[in-house]
C-alpha cells in the first residue's frame, strides 16, 4: 500500500499512528491489526502478492474493501485451486462486480498461482523465497515520508526472482508494499504507537495492540 507521507498523527484516542491510519474505519483496523506484522504461510502470502497487485494504481482502501469478495472470487486464494481456473473462471471473474475487474490482472492472478505451485519443482517454497530479502531490521523508525523509499535493492531483488519463476505483476513497488504489509520491513513512523523503538521494543500504544 501507499506509504506514510508525514509524522505521526494523534487521533482523538490519544494514540499516534502513520497518517494514512490515523483515521476511523478499515484504515485503522488494518493499520493497528495487520500492516507490518510479520506474515508467514505459503496462502497468506500468496494472498498478499494477490491483492498488492489488484492495488497498483488503486488506493488500498479500494481493495480493503472488496477483500471479502475478492477472498470469495478466489477460493480463498488457495493457489491449488486457483492454479484449476480456466477461461470460464476468468469471464466470471470479469463480471464479478464485488473485485476489481482488470483482466490482466486476474490474469496474473491465476498464472501467480501456477507459479506458487511450480515452486516446489525447484525445491522452494514461497515463504522461505520471499523472506530471503527481507533487509536487517532498522535501528529506528522512519521519521517521515523522506525516510520510507518506494523501492528498495532488496525489493528490486525479489522482483528478478519471482519474474524468473513465473510471476507476473510483481514490480519492485508491488514487492516493496507487500514487504511492509507483511513485516519484512517496519516502516511505521516515529510516534506511531506501532513503531519501533531504537532499543527495538514497541513504541506505547494502544492497549491490547
Not at 477461461?87 to 476489481?100: F, K, P, Q
Not at 513503531?195 to 491490547?208: D, F, M, Q, W
Request: negative net charge; hydrophobic residues 45%.
Amino acid at each position: 500500500m501507499t506509504s506514510p507521507v508525514s509524522a505521526a498523527v494523534v487521533g482523538p484516542d490519544g494514540v499516534g499512528r502513520c497518517p494514512w491510519g490515523a483515521g476511523d474505519g478499515l484504515l485503522a483496523d488494518y493499520h493497528d491489526t495487520e500492516w507490518g506484522r510479520e506474515l508467514r504461510g505459503r496462502d497468506a502470502l500468496y494472498e498478499r502478492i494477490s491483492l498488492e497487485a489488484f492495488q497498483s494504481g488503486l488506493s488500498w482502501l479500494v481493495v480493503l474493501r472488496k477483500r471479502p469478495a475478492f477472498r470469495a472470487a478466489f477460493a480463498d486464494f488457495d493457489p491449488e485451486a486457483v492454479a484449476r481456473f480456466g477461461d470460464d473462471d476468468v469471464e466470471r471473474l470479469l463480471a464479478d462486480a464485488g473485485i476489481v475487474r482488470n483482466r490482466a490482472k486476474i490474469e496474473a492472478t491465476i498464472a501467480n498461482a501456477r507459479a506458487v505451485l511450480g515452486l516446489a519443482e525447484r525445491g522452494e517454497d514461497l515463504d522461505t523465497l520471499l523472506w530471503s530479502f527481507a533487509p536487517p531490521a532498522r535501528e529506528a523508525p522512519p521519521v517521515g515520508f523522506e525516510d520510507v523509499p518506494a523501492t528498495t535493492p532488496e525489493s528490486t531483488a525479489m522482483a528478478k526472482a519471482l519474474r524468473a519463476r513465473g510471476f507476473r505483476f510483481v514490480g519492485p513497488t508491488t514487492c516493496y508494499a507487500m514487504m511492509q504489509a507483511t513485516g519484512m520491513v517496519d516502516d511505521h513512523v516515529a510516534g506511531c504507537f506501532r513503531a519501533v523503538t531504537p532499543s527495538g521494543a514497541p513504541a506505547a500504544g494502544r492497549a491490547g495492540a
